[in-house]
């Protein structure tokens, strides 16, 4: 809890905004610009819907990962805590090519 605490003293203005990159495959990559505030699993649906794989919405088929971290849908972690070490995070996106789907 103290850390928590600790994080929320440390965040920056209300309003304040963060340019989150998704790299797809380790090839495509793809930045947005994400206010505070947002959560890990509204970025993760953001994404998918911008570029038009929303059947991919809460499937467990995708992988999201950010270092050694996996991202999940359903994480309500606020984007400026959950990415507190970096000033514009790098995510990587591993689509189930194994799954016979086509990008």
Known sequence: MRDLLIDMKNQKRP?????ISFFKNYDEIYTFEVSYGTTIDQTLKYYLRKINRTEFINSNKIKFSFGEKILRFGDNTPIEIFFKSSTE???YVNFPFAFGFKL
């Open 89 to 91: 995070p790098k995510i």
């Open 15 to 19: 309003g304040s905004k963060m340019n």
